[in-house]
């Protein structure tokens, strides 16, 4: 078993729409989790920590759940610009980034 | 303001070559990580290293060998190169002594082994 499964997606959306990721993890000592952004042949750049009480950063929405280990990321209000992979992650000892394979997002016209 | 830096951009090798990657971290930063992303994979953990040590290690078999400078610069050097190792490699900073535990990735390189 993946120590971070998503679903690969492509999530095929249309401008406007509002879409969700979800993410489980397998090491419940985990301690800090996040979402990154990955553009195609770029490096991941960190889009938001995710925080056991949720949290928001415009149309970005994060939340964990401990119980039963489970990561989402809800986008709001899609973006042609949102079109990238995202990718799930939890660290690991030493603030090893562990990663999921990654949901690829493209948001259409 | 320097962001991570890694060189080169891109490399060719032929199988069981040699090949030395660099990495310069963000100004301040004293971890260096390294980790291979294969194409439609996430980024795999290969090894970090603190205090010019190498601090923790993933499921990389010793080929893969590394060192970091006291500059905190790093080098991530991988032997008797196979197919397999064809990937983007990444290197990520972040500061332990400040309690930064942010890690900022540089722009990789693309390692194609023919």
């Known amino acids: 078993r993946k120590e971070v499964e998503q679903d690969p997606g492509p999530f095929n959306v249309p401008e406007g729409a509002t879409v969700a990721f979800n993410c489980t993890y397998s090491n419940s000592a985990s301690q800090s989790f996040f979402w990154y952004r990955q553009d195609c042949r770029k490096e991941p750049k960190l889009l938001m920590s995710v925080y056991s009480s949720g949290n928001e950063d415009g149309r970005f929405t994060a939340q964990l759940n401990r119980a039963s280990q489970y990561i989402s990321l809800l986008i709001r209000d899609s973006k042609l610009s949102d079109s990238a992979t995202y990718l799930c992650?939890?660290?690991?000892?030493?603030?090893?980034?562990?990663f999921g394979a990654g949901t690829r997002l493209a948001v259409h016209p | 303001d320097a962001g991570v830096t890694q060189s080169p951009t891109h490399l060719i090798k032929t199988r069981g070559q040699q090949v030395t990657l660099r990495c310069s971290p963000k100004s301040g930063h004293d971890t260096v990580s390294w980790y291979q992303q294969a194409l439609g994979q996430g980024p795999q953990f290969i090894f970090q290293?603190?205090?010019?040590?190498?601090?923790q290690r993933g499921n990389f078999p010793d080929r893969f060998s590394g060192h970091q400078f006291p500059n905190y610069s790093s080098e991530l050097n991988v032997n008797a190169l196979l197919l397999g190792d064809s990937a983007l490699y990444l290197c990520?900073?972040?500061?332990?002594?400040?309690?930064?535990?942010?890690?900022?990735f540089g722009p990789g390189t693309r390692l194609t082994v023919t």
């Open positions: 990520a900073s972040s500061s332990f002594l400040a309690g930064e535990y942010e890690q900022y």
């Open positions: 992650v939890v660290t690991g000892g030493y603030n090893k980034l562990i």
């Open positions: 290293y603190y205090e010019e040590e190498e601090r």
